[in-house]
């Protein structure tokens, strides 16, 4: 089985740690290839969304892969069958970029989510995501983790309660 797994940035995120390990594990039984649509050079998002949104457009014609694997960003443009087409949604949330990205991703959100429904499975990686999709209709959306070492990322019950309080919504939705 020939799967790509198209990311639409390449910081090292905990995006792209989730796709390192959802690569690694699937190497083990399949073909699969990690797809960087950005280009190589440290270029700011304003120089680089034209050649990103280029590659996007060039890769949905592809048809070498039985499925295809997506960042939320990549899910811009889509492949049509028989290729299997996954999602991988951590969140939806643009209010760390710069400003004119921002301002797109009033445009360019709703197009992403219309897109979410033609494809084959939505993973996401909280409870809050898997019901927010469920909400909108999507009985696709299945929940996996990140995985994490968990002695790495153990929290004092202080500052777990710092975070409750500083973000009760999210909290309340992902518990």
């Known amino acids: 089985m020939n799967i790509a797994f198209i990311r639409s940035v390449k910081k090292g995120y905990g995006g792209r740690a989730y796709a390192d390990m ?5 190497s083990r039984t399949c073909s699969i290839e990690q797809v ?7 270029e700011s998002v304003y120089k680089t969304a ?3 949104l280029g590659r996007l457009r060039e890769f949905q014609k592809e048809k070498a892969y039985d499925i ?12 049509r069958g028989p290729v299997k087409t996954v999602a991988v949604v951590h969140h939806i949330d643009y209010s760390f970029a710069p400003i004119l990205v921002r301002l797109a991703s009033v ?10 429904r033609t494809v084959d499975a939505i993973i996401v990686v909280s409870k809050y995501w898997q019901r927010y999709f469920e909400k909108r209709g999507h009985t ?11 002695p790495a990322r153990s929290f004092t019950s202080q500052e777990i309660k710092k975070f409750k309080v500083k973000i009760p919504e999210i909290v309340e939705g992902a518990i």
């Not at 959802?22 to 699937?26: D, I, N, Q, R």
């Open 107 to 116: 445009f360019f959100v709703p197009l992403i989510l219309k897109n979410l």
């Open 68 to 79: 295809i694997i997506r960042d939320l960003d990549s899910c811009f443009f889509l492949n």
């Open 22 to 26: 959802v690569c690694a594990a699937l």
């Open 140 to 150: 696709n959306a299945r929940l996996i983790y990140n995985g994490f070492d968990i």
């Open 50 to 52: 034209p050649h990103i």
């Open 36 to 42: 960087a649509v950005s280009p190589e050079e440290k």
